[in-house]
């Protein structure tokens, strides 16, 4: 059996954590998990296998419900297990689709309900995690009421009533973890294509200058280190993408996570200048033309986005630097776009451009 090289603590100030049993170099992996439970997230469903979560242009689709699709033959017999029971629940509320979140614990119920341990569970489990029911809004409690609503109506095939659901879980209570500790999948690319449960993985607390990463494998969880990292020193991720400014960051940590982030970072803003440095009517333009090319990247409408792109780049070569967190985003939009159109050349030209404004955020 591998030795772990990291043990769950408790914090000072943030509950629980994760934290170092041996000294730790950077890239050095730390932990492996596979999912409690996943899900194709909605931008990628019909593009990308529902078990391995790759991309590819021809899938086969699941004759009974005909909604989960698979790259191979292969891939569908080793989904069989985690889709038989969502099977019905899918074939029953066609034309509707549930949210991803319904979907996602749908699944988690079905893992719940076989009560086979999980190893994604090694460290901490589902029925540990935090559910900040009591930090949230009224609002954002109704929102979960009515997930609560759907999710009754989309598992009505499997679970008829309370009694056949797994003990002492609340339906209510579920998704408020599932929308504070679920973890964004994403492919080599870092595109969404999924969304999953990794419980153990949830004792990781926050920073704006981690010194951890998540990558993934498919659906595989793989956090390494990203600097020297010393026995006892508490093991970090950031929640959210780096590229956000001080403001935003903090907005969204309070809005998903329910905390207030008052790190370094936060308190002092001390890359935010350069994060919006350049021509401010310009980056703002730039802001907005991201939500249309973020559209266009989930529908897989890569000519589009490269030339959108490329017309955004040049047009600015003289007004924004790459520096510039909007600009940046769209060099990695053009990277994205040349790799999947096969314009490897095109590809590395954009990736090198990215790679010195990285290094300083």
């Known amino acids: 059996m591998e030795t772990l090289k990291v043990e769950k603590f408790t914090t000072a100030n943030s509950g629980n954590g994760l934290r170092a049993v041996a000294p730790l170099r950077p890239g050095e992996l730390l932990f492996r998990s596979d999912p409690l439970a996943y899900t194709v997230c909605k931008g990628s469903r019909g593009t990308v296998c529902d078990h391995c979560l790759l991309g ?3 899938l086969m689709r699941c004759s009974q419900c005909r909604v989960a699709k698979y790259c191979s033959a292969k891939c569908q017999k080793k989904a069989w297990q985690d889709h038989k029971r969502e099977c019905k629940c899918l074939k029953s509320c066609k034309p509707r689709y549930p949210p991803d979140s319904v979907r996602l614990l749908g699944r988690v119920v079905i893992k719940l309900m076989e009560e086979t341990p999980s190893e994604s569970e090694k ?3 589902f029925y540990d995690l935090e559910s900040n029911i009591s930090k949230l809004t009224e609002d954002k409690k109704e929102g979960l009421r009515q997930l609560a ?3 009754q109506h989309f598992m009505r ?5 309370a009694s056949k659901l797994p003990p002492s879980f609340d339906i209510f209570e579920g998704f408020a973890k599932v929308i504070c500790n679920s973890f964004t999948i994403c492919n080599a690319e870092m595109q969404e294509v999924g969304v999953g449960l990794y419980p153990s993985m949830s004792l990781l607390n926050h920073s704006c200058d981690p010194n951890c990463s998540i990558v993934f494998s498919g659906p595989h969880l793989l956090l390494r280190a ?3 990292i010393e026995v006892g020193e508490e093991l970090t991720i950031c929640y959210l993408d780096m590229l956000m400014t001080s403001e935003e960051r903090r907005k969204q940590l309070r809005d998903q996570y329910c905390f207030d982030c008052d790190c370094f970072r936060c308190q002092t803003q001390d890359k935010d200048a350069d994060m919006l440095t350049g021509d401010e009517q310009v980056w703002k333009g730039v802001q907005e ?5 973020e559209e266009l ?5 890569w000519e589009q986005v490269l030339a959108m792109c490329q017309s955004i780049i040049s047009s600015n070569s003289e007004r924004l630097p790459d520096i510039n967190i909007y600009q940046l985003k769209v060099l990695d939009c053009a990277m994205d776009a040349c790799i999947n159109l096969g314009l490897l050349e095109e590809a590395l030209f954009y990736g090198i451009r990215t790679m010195e404004p990285y290094r300083f955020f």
């Open 157 to 161: 095939e499997e679970i008829q009533d």
């Open 149 to 151: 609503v759907t999710f």
């Open 289 to 293: 033309s991201l939500k249309k090319i």
């Open 297 to 301: 990247k989930a529908h897989w409408k």
């Open 123 to 125: 460290l901490y489990s």
């Open 226 to 228: 990203v600097r020297d």
């Open 56 to 58: 590819k242009e021809k």
